[in-house]
């Protein structure tokens, strides 16, 4: 999986932070884990002053904030959802960016909701039609609507709809259609 910051290199380690008053969980890369940190560090903290012993405090916080989002990353590993069924965890299908079984839908399903509607911005993904299934359905209508105006006794309506039919090419059996 890619990190969610940068869309370059692969997501290693999950941060939070608040957006909007909602809090976020984003997977990111160690670089921009430490951009992240580094932005949310106190501003008094001055990088190019030498720390006792001629090391400059920039390597020391790399180390420490590595240090930091390893025991992080851990702590959030054991507080995880995971599936009753198969025990995939959440950061495991998201790397894979596939699910274990079928009960991982209903697991994950508020993060998946969440993922269809960004990839598809809707909650129902509605996809292509095939032309012979969709001339079936248009027919299907077009028959029941000509059966209601003959029983409610509108004659020249039915008349209409019985005439758009003809018009309607014929479902060809030899070709694996609708008999």
Same mark, same amino acid.
């Given at each position: 999986?890619? /990190? +969610?910051?940068?869309?370059?290199? @692969? ?9 909007? #008053?909602? $809090?976020?969980?984003?997977?990111? /890369?160690?670089? /921009? *884990?430490?951009? !992240? ?16 012993? #001629? ?6 916080? #790399? ?6 989002? +390893? ?13 009753? *069924?198969? #025990?995939? &965890? =959440? ?12 009960? /991982?839908?209903?697991?994950?399903? =508020?993060? $998946?909701?969440?993922?269809?509607? @960004? ?13 012979? %299934?969709? %001339? $079936? ?5 077009? !028959?029941?609507?000509?059966?209601? %105006?003959?029983? +409610? ?8 709809? =019985? @005439? +758009? &039919?003809?018009? &309607?090419? !014929?479902? @060809? ?7």
């Amino acid at each position: 999986m890619k /990190c +969610e910051l940068c869309h370059k290199a @692969d997501a290693e380690t999950a941060i939070r932070r608040e957006v909007g #008053g909602e $809090l976020q969980e984003l997977y990111v /890369c160690q670089g /921009c *884990a430490r951009q !992240e940190a580094a932005a949310a560090a106190p501003p008094d903290v001055d990088a190019e002053q030498p720390v006792a012993g #001629g090391m400059g405090t920039v390597p020391l916080m #790399g180390m420490i904030l590595d240090a930091a989002f +390893e025991i992080v990353g851990r702590a959030m590993n054991r507080a995880e959802p995971a599936c009753p *069924a198969c #025990g995939i &965890l =959440r950061h495991e299908y998201r790397k894979q960016s596939r699910l274990g079984c079928p009960a /991982c839908y209903e697991a994950f399903a =508020r993060e $998946l909701d969440a993922a269809i509607f @960004d990839l598809h911005r809707a909650r129902q993904h509605v996809g292509k039609v095939p032309q012979r %299934a969709q %001339a $079936l359905c248009q027919r299907r209508q077009l !028959e029941a609507r000509l059966a209601q %105006a003959v029983k +409610e006794q509108r004659y020249e309506e039915a008349i209409a709809l =019985r @005439d +758009e &039919l003809l018009r &309607l090419p !014929e479902p @060809d059996a030899a070709k694996g259609g609708p008999a």
